[in-house]
């Protein structure tokens, strides 16, 4: 979103990475996490990591609701949601997306969020693919998954949740690239337990 293309390879022998495939700022929890990551991010940074976030979002509409407030890390839009299919993340239908719907929006009315909401979802599907766009919304409940890519480009923890369950946070995803991606700064020794 903020330019440029994302490439993992561009990662591989420096850095470990998060990919997180979220619900977009289309959806309160996400906006909820999307802060808690950013708020979590230098100690993700502390431990040799980037996040990058995948979101279901077109990039004018992204552009447009994140304005000059950025996530601090890289949010790339997939709105033909080809990149969720590559890592094995689905649909769970149109039931699912009318009980995400009703909650998220409840949740966001319930709790001070109704502003980004409507905005939210105003700009995602008011624009020249309404059909296509109002479909993804209110058809589909795509799954969320953090990935875990360690410095040589192996996937090394992966977890895949519904799209409106709970996904770890910057501290628990810190502790995570920890345990499973040896090496790094702050990473567990592989042969010696870590403490006394």
């Known amino acids: ?32 996490y999307m802060n808690a990551m950013s708020e979590g991010y230098e100690d993700l940074q502390a431990t040799g990591t980037e996040i990058i976030q995948v979101g279901p979002n077109l990039l004018q509409s992204a552009r447009i609701f994140f304005g000059h407030s950025p996530t601090p ?3 790339v839009c997939d709105p033909d949601k080809r990149l969720y299919a590559v890592y094995g993340l689905g649909d769970r239908g149109a039931l699912q997306a009318t ?5 998220s929006f409840s949740y966001a009315f319930t709790h001070g969020d109704t502003g980004p909401q409507l905005r939210g979802a105003w700009l995602d599907v008011m624009n020249r693919n309404f059909v296509r766009r109002l479909h ?19 996937i090394r923890y992966r977890t895949v949740v519904g799209p409106i369950d709970p996904v770890p946070r910057g501290g628990r995803l810190a502790q995570l ?7 790094g700064p702050g990473a567990l020794d592989p042969v010696r337990p870590a403490g006394p």
Do not use: K
């Open 99 to 103: 009980r995400s719907a009703v909650v």
């Open 136 to 154: 993804h919304h209110a058809m589909t409940a795509l799954e969320q998954g953090i990935f875990l890519v360690d410095r040589d480009g192996v």
């Open 73 to 75: 890390y890289p949010f």
């Open 177 to 183: 690239i920890r345990t499973h991606c040896p090496g």
């Open 1 to 32: 979103m903020q330019g440029g293309h994302v490439d993992l390879a561009t990662y591989r022998g420096r850095r470990n990475v998060v990919v997180w495939f979220s619900r977009g700022f289309t959806c309160p929890f996400r906006r909820v």
